[in-house]
């Protein structure tokens, strides 16, 4: 196993762990490789003890005995081993997450799909928009000077029945621009782009 309880401490007592630091290193490589997560954001879960020992680790640096141990004893402080709230080693919370995330891979995989698709089509039919990072929706340009974000959005509905949402509705910095999430069956998006290009093909000439 990844940890171990080699004793207790305190009063009332608390486990203290031993975790094996090898395995900390096959499952940073394997989830950093993958650009689930960067060796950052593993590494501060956890306390500096623990990341200054995972480190030397790495490095291959020795101890006082000439050896580079696998196993590093979680410190305890304030008499309190450091765990997580369902009193675990912290390793099993990111491990617990790590493996909650790859299940997730498959979705996430889609999103990209989908944002790939409605950012070709919104950039095909000449609308100014920016490929999102981690949201599931774009913030597009009014293409009109002659509409607020509001009254676009109205006429949209009124003339091709497509519901977006104007950028006024967040706050008065999004005036000028308009929502569309992509958080949709590709069916839906693909209806709706079509509906949003024959406006502009129709009314925006």
Not at 1 to 6: A, E, L, Q, R, V
Not at 85 to 96: F, N, R, V
Not at 168 to 194: K, P
């Amino acid at each position: 196993d990844y940890c171990k309880i080699i004793g207790t401490a305190g009063s009332p007592a608390v486990n203290i762990y031993a975790i094996n630091l090898l395995f900390i290193d096959e499952q940073m490589t394997k989830y950093v490789d993958k650009n689930i997560l960067t060796e950052d954001e593993v590494l501060r879960q956890y306390p500096k003890a623990i990341r200054q020992a995972y480190e030397k680790f790495r490095k291959g640096k020795q101890d006082k005995r000439g050896t580079n141990p696998e196993w590093f004893i979680v410190p305890v402080t304030n008499g309190a081993a450091f765990t997580t709230s369902d009193g675990l080693p912290p390793l099993a919370y990111i491990i617990e997450l790590l493996a909650r995330i790859k299940k997730l891979e498959p979705m996430r995989d889609d999103y990209r799909l989908r944002r790939k698709y409605v950012y070709d089509r919104l950039t095909s039919i000449g609308l100014d928009v920016v490929m999102p990072d981690g949201a599931f929706y774009f913030f597009i340009k009014v293409p009109t000077t002659k509409l607020n974000s509001f009254d676009f959005c109205l006429d949209l509905v009124d003339k091709v029945n497509l519901a977006v949402v104007p950028g006024s509705a967040f706050s008065a910095l999004g005036e000028g621009y308009f929502r569309i999430s992509f958080a949709y069956s590709m069916e839906t998006l693909a209806e709706a782009c079509n509906r949003l290009e024959e406006y502009m093909k129709r009314y925006m000439k």
